[in-house]
């Protein structure tokens, strides 16, 4: 249950940095999908 709990710091982080690094929209929805597919698992 520990692992599940992400601080919203860490994810808004990660919101910028693919924000940055991906300008292309549907880049993005890509590597989003991608992370919630890791955080799933």
Do not use: D, H, Q, Y
Not at 6 to 34: D, H, Q, W, Y
Request: proline share 2%; net charge positive; glycine share 4%.
């Amino acid at each position: 249950m520990e692992r599940l709990k992400i601080p919203i710091t860490a994810l808004s982080m990660l919101k910028n940095i693919l924000g940055v690094e991906c300008k292309g929209f549907e880049n993005k929805r890509i590597a989003v999908n991608n992370i919630k597919k890791r955080i799933s698992c």
